[in-house]
């Protein structure tokens, strides 16, 4: 314990500055110097760790899955949404239009091609309905929204596949599904505009008088769908002229022609998140009750585990030297996946965070920080199938520098299966990795089987003994 001071000094410069002789043209500091340095490499410790329900979670995202899913091996997952709606601040439907020469309106959901879990050809169906009261700000993926819609009135239905032969209006990479609603909502939106156009000034104003939109799955078995963009078309009647051969002359004659908008969409802007559901296998249940630390989401199992922090600080402070500095604490999971019907595979990333401070960091939309003391992420290797968090310095580095006892809750963390958006900052030289987006992983069903007991914590550093 008598070394703290001369550690936490220490610790922020490289340890081939520290553990480096000053040359022989300069006896300053020499004296220090003068010893034998080695590196030393512990990978002994282990990590115990359980699967716990996650059944509720912050479900709030741009990310919006649609469908009923059933697959053996993993288990029946519900899924719908609900959001506000973001409306365009002028409506580019000219004022001399009357309201009788809008048509038609359709509700347009875009997914990418291959953004869906399940069969491509299984027939499903969805309904939409109006909100009449706004969506709690606390809303997530259990909230109830008996009493915020009426359920016996959609605004429209749709039967639909996801394969390409099932939609409309599809482009490269991408298709929709096209959901008819009435004309006279399109009617009533263009009449509040042209009554009072203040309230489309703002997302909040707009909510007073339109709350959003519910979109439930109503039929099918087969597959969760990812929606990634969803807007209001309405179509309209514009007059025209246009030109005729009659006889052989160009005669002008006045016509119709149909032309669109878009009213409104759901943009990060506004309040959306999904509601939905999953019940998992007989057989994952089973094998998280012997114990196995099985990662299932949405909505399924997280694993918490027991970071051995305190054996780590007692190797380092235990050690006989006079110089020391901490190089690098790494720590490597095993992820095995689990035999189901649609290859439902592990998470693209995982989150390694505080178990006491989970639920507010997703709720406040935190972001693990460049040297993040409470909160890691990792990429999954699906060469090696493992997941490693290797950025765990500062956090081990803390808990010394603060000469406190060690407890429970610095040493109990969550994973959580995420979706990472980073970027690069810095130079050529030194990059360095910042993210910019983490949430909990929504876009496709995840599955796998954490390896606790093979999991791997790697702790280095750099000692001298001075002579």
Known sequence: MNRFPLYITLAVASSATLLSSCGDENNIGSSITKGEVTIEVDSL????????????????????????LSAEGYGELEAGFASRLMPASTLPIPDSIPLDSVKSMVLRFRYHSNAFTGDSLAPQQLSVYRLTRQLPDDIDNTTDLTGYYDESAPMGSRSYTVAALGTVNSQKGTR??????????????????????????????????????????????GLVANISNTEFVTYYNTPARTTVIVDGV???????????ASLFAITPEVLSANIMRLRPSQNIVSRVAAGEC???????????????????????????FNLG?????????PAQTIANTYNIAPPPYLLMVKSHKAREFFSSNSLPEENDKEVFWAAYDADKKQYMFSNMRPYIIDLMQRNTPITEEDT????????????????????????????????????????????????????????
């Not at 997280?302 to 600080?313: E, L, R, S, T």
């Not at 992983?441 to 790697?458: F, G, R, T």
């Open 250 to 260: 160009g005669v002008a004659r006045d016509t119709l022609r149909r032309d669109s």
């Open 412 to 467: 109990q963390f969550t994973l959580v299966p995420v979706s990472i958006t980073t970027e690069t900052a810095g130079s050529s030289y030194n990059p360095r990795t910042i993210v910019t987006k983490c949430q909990y992983y929504i876009a496709h069903p995840s599955m796998c089987l954490l390896d606790i007991p093979a999991s791997k914590v790697k702790f280095t550093y750099s000692r001298q003994v001075i002579k």
């Open 176 to 221: 929709s599904i096209d959901v008819p609603l009435s004309p006279e909502y399109a009617r009533e939106v263009i009449r509040q505009y042209r009554t009072d156009p203040s309230v489309f000034q703002w997302a909040s104003s707009f909510a007073e008088v339109f709350p959003g939109i519910v979109v439930k799955s109503t039929f099918g078995r």
């Open 325 to 333: 500095v901490i190089n690098t604490l790494t720590y490597t999971v």
């Open 294 to 320: 099985i990662l299932m989401s949405p909505g399924g199992y997280n694993v918490q585990i027991d970071f051995p922090a305190q054996q780590i600080v007692e190797r380092y402070l235990n050690d006989n």
């Open 45 to 68: 410790f282990s990590v115990s760790g359980r699967a716990i329900q996650d059944a509720q979670f912050d479900s709030r995202s741009l990310e919006l899955l649609i469908g009923r």
